[in-house]
C-alpha cells in the first residue's frame, strides 16, 4: 500500500539552531498536510501544501514541496523551545486518505 | 465554544472486555475520523464517516467498530477481537470529507489493557 516515509525520527538541537524534517512517498501525492504534536498533545494542522513546487512561510517555518509532487519538507529557522514536539506530514492520493509518517520528535536544549 | 472532545481521558480495561470511545463535535463537520497512535509510529486509520449513517474501513478495522448515529458524534468500540488494543486513540473531523481538509483532533483517549 502506499507509504510516506519521514526522516528523521529524532533530532536534537541547540536552541537557535536550524531544523529540518523529510518527507517521501514512493507515488505522486495530491497533496501534503502538516501536522504538529506537542508532548501530551494531539496533533494540530500547520499547512497544506498542493501545487508541484510550492513553497510556503510561516514566520520562521519553510514548508516544500517537491517539483515530482513525492516529497516535501519542513525547515524552522533559529529553533526555540516551543518549537518542542512531533512533526508529521501527511500525503494523500487523489480520492484517497490521508497517510501520515511516522513523524519527527524534535528536542530543543535551551 | 467549537471542538471536538474525548472522553475519557484515561481508560483502563480488562483484557476480553469491550469498550467504547466517545467521540463528540459540535464544528458542524461531515467528516469523522478515528486514528491509532503506537509510540513512534505515525497516525494510522482505523474507520472514517464521510455522513451520518455511512462508514468506511480505514486500513487497521479488524478488532474495531464504529456507529455514526448523529453528525456530531462518532463512538469506537475496541472488541476483545482486537489482540493489541493498548494505545493512544485520535478522533478527528473535517469540514466535508476528503484529504484536501484540514483534520482537527480531539484530545484523544489512551487505552490500557490489562
Known amino acids: 500500500g502506499q507509504q510516506v516515509m519521514q526522516i528523521p525520527q529524532y533530532q536534537h538541537v541547540q536552541e537557535g539552531e536550524d531544523f529540518t524534517t523529510y518527507c517521501n512517498s514512493s507515488t505522486t501525492l495530491s497533496n501534503i498536510q502538516w501536522y504538529k504534536q506537542r508532548p501530551g498533545g494531539h496533533p494540530v494542522f500547520l499547512i497544506q501544501?498542493?501545487?508541484?513546487?510550492e513553497v510556503k512561510k510561516q514566520k520562521r517555518l519553510t514548508f516544500q514541496f517537491g517539483e515530482a509532487k513525492k516529497n516535501s519538507s519542513l525547515h524552522i529557522t533559529a529553533t526555540q523551545t516551543t518549537d518542542v514536539g512531533t512533526y508529521f506530514c501527511a500525503g494523500s492520493r487523489s480520492q484517497g486518505n490521508l497517510i501520515f509518517g511516522k513523524g519527527t520528535k524534535l528536542s530543543v536544549k535551551p | 465554544d467549537g471542538g471536538i472532545t474525548q472522553s475519557p481521558k484515561y481508560l483502563f480495561r480488562k483484557e476480553g472486555q469491550n469498550v467504547t470511545l466517545s467521540c463528540e463535535q459540535n464544528?458542524?463537520?461531515?467528516?469523522m475520523y478515528w486514528y491509532r497512535q503506537d509510540p513512534g509510529q505515525g497516525l494510522r486509520l482505523i474507520y472514517y464517516?464521510?455522513?451520518?449513517?455511512?462508514?468506511q474501513k480505514g486500513d487497521i478495522a479488524e478488532g474495531y467498530s464504529v456507529s455514526r448515529e448523529k453528525k456530531e458524534s462518532f463512538p469506537l468500540t475496541v472488541t476483545s477481537a482486537q489482540k493489541n488494543p493498548t494505545a493512544f486513540y485520535l478522533c478527528?473531523?473535517?469540514?466535508?470529507?476528503?484529504?484536501?481538509?484540514?483534520?482537527?483532533f480531539g484530545p484523544g483517549t489512551r487505552l490500557t489493557v490489562l
Open positions: 464544528l458542524n463537520h461531515d467528516a
Open positions: 501544501l498542493v501545487k508541484s513546487g
Open positions: 478527528a473531523s473535517s469540514n466535508i470529507p476528503g484529504s484536501y481538509n484540514e483534520q482537527f
Open positions: 464517516s464521510q455522513i451520518v449513517n455511512d462508514f
